[in-house]
C-alpha cells in the first residue's frame, strides 16, 4: 500500500506560478512511476504529466508541455509538479498517483488505469 498525500495548490492570477508536492508513505517509492491528473468541474479526469521511476524519463500532455515541469526526489519520498504561465482553464484538482511497481524503470504510464494509488488532491484555482 501507498499513501499520497498532495500539497501547494492555491488561489493565482494567470500568470503566476505555483508548485504542488505529493509526498508519499508505505512502499518504496522509487520502485513506482509517478504521475499528476486533474479534473475540473463538469469534466473527466485527464492526465497531465508523468515520471519515471528513476527519474530520467518525462511525459506531459500537450496542454501542459513547454509551461508544467514534472519531477521527484526518490531520497525524500516525493514528487513535484511546477507550474508556470498557469492559465484559468488550468482550474482543476489536481491529483498524484503511484503507477504499478512492475514497470520498466523508464516507462512513463499516461493512463489513469496504470494508476494503482491515488492522493486525496490539492485544488488550483487560476483567476483571469
Known amino acids: 500500500q501507498v499513501s499520497l498525500v498532495e500539497s501547494g495548490g492555491g488561489l493565482v492570477q494567470a500568470g503566476d506560478s505555483l508548485r504542488l508536492s505529493c509526498a508519499a508513505s508505505g512502499r518504496t517509492f522509487s520502485n513506482y512511476p509517478m504521475g499528476w491528473f486533474r479534473q475540473a468541474p463538469g469534466k473527466e479526469r485527464e492526465f497531465v504529466a508523468a515520471i519515471s521511476r528513476d527519474g530520467s524519463s518525462t511525459y506531459y500532455s500537450d496542454s501542459v508541455k513547454g509551461r508544467f515541469t514534472v519531477s521527484r526526489v526518490n531520497a525524500r519520498n516525493t514528487v513535484y509538479l511546477q507550474m508556470n504561465s498557469l492559465k484559468p482553464e488550468d482550474t482543476a484538482v489536481y491529483f498524484c498517483?503511484?503507477?504499478?511497481?512492475?514497470?520498466?524503470?523508464?516507462?512513463?504510464?499516461?493512463?489513469?488505469?496504470?494508476?494503482?494509488?491515488w492522493g486525496q488532491g490539492t485544488q488550483v484555482t487560476v483567476s483571469s
Open positions: 498517483a503511484a503507477a504499478s511497481s512492475r514497470y520498466s524503470s523508464t516507462y512513463t504510464p499516461s493512463g489513469g488505469s496504470e494508476y494503482a494509488y
